[in-house]
């Protein structure tokens, strides 16, 4: 006698009292940018706020270069609930740009050793002007001393020679610091050269979308459709 | 090989830099230069002869010795003028008279001396205001 009593007072009460109450979810994920995420393993969304039946929901959330994450959200009916979340970066993402910053540190490397090789030469050649400008000096000075008739200024001259003794040490100390550049240089250039000659630019494979785009359920206006992702890295 | 071939280049860049100091004057070693008070070499001033002349003063007679002088012009670097100095035994130095230096010769005179005594000069060299190398020439009064 009970249950049909239940029975009835269900029939009578109709649609108003079964009608599933919905409450709002707003994705505050980062990153904001991109994000998508599949709910209860059916339909695929990318939007900010989803309204969902009041109730325990599956979510499996993604964003290019992050890891898939699932969790459980639990919807309360007719409130608005924040889902805060930072999606974590995905192993190869992580590892894509760690071989891509030894790749720019070589190629960096690779452009930045001429750099000590152009300037030990260019140190070098100005060595060598001073060298040669000191060098003429001290030969215009020999050639002073044997043409002089002045007692004067032989001892003047005796006096600049000094300084220009002085000189030529600077120039020739120069450029001995300019040719060890020069051959450090080269050395630089041939270890850089040699080390990174393998290196390739690192291409990253998000296979983590792979795993996410693998089959869904796409909502749409008439119902919606079953579909699989399939990625193809064209850069190759 | 490469090695060895950059070996060679590193061996002949360091042979060169090493000539380098080559290229450096020692002043103490320019001592060719007969105007040049550190002159060292053949004697600029050569004897040539010598008297000794009595003269003079009041009713005392005395001698003096007259040394003749060629300044040996060939060391010069190039023909020029020049003018002499010299120091007498006393310490006293005397000019000579650029008239008496036309032919390279001059003569150097000392006062009272006594026969058989030998004075040195010790003329030397100038141009311009400042003098430079000399050498010692001795004479003996008779």
Sequence with gaps: MRSLLAVLVVITMGPTTFAQKTGTLRMMVDPAAGLEFVVDHKYRMQQREVKLGEGLHHFSLWAPERRVVDTSVFVIADRTSDLVMRLPFSEEYQQYRKDLGLYEDGRLMRQLSPLVLVGGLVWTGLSIGSYGKAKDQLEDDRTAYNESVDPASINRLKIDIDQHNSDMRNARNSLYAGTALSVVGAGVIAYVWHKTKQHRKPSFEDKEKVIFEGLTWMPGQLGGTWCAGVTIPLQR | ?142
């Design chain 2, 1 to 142: 090989m490469k090695f060895t071939k950059g070996a060679y280049v590193l061996f002949a860049c360091l042979v060169a830099l090493g000539a380098c100091k080559k290229a450096e004057i020692d002043p103490e070693e320019l001592t060719t230069n007969p105007f040049d008070k550190d002159y060292v070499g053949e004697a600029i001033f050569g004897f040539v002869s010598e008297r000794t002349v009595s003269y003079q003063i009041d009713t005392t007679t005395f001698l003096k010795l007259e040394v003749d002088v060629q300044v040996n012009t060939a060391l010069f670097p190039k023909p020029t003028n020049y003018i002499v100095q010299y120091e007498l035994p006393s310490g006293q130095t005397l000019d000579v008279p650029l008239a008496d230096l036309q032919d390279d010769v001059f003569t150097m005179t000392v006062l009272e001396v006594a026969p058989g005594i030998r004075y040195c000069f010790h003329p030397r060299l100038g141009n311009n205001g400042s003098y430079g190398s000399g050498n010692t020439i001795c004479g003996t009064a008779e």
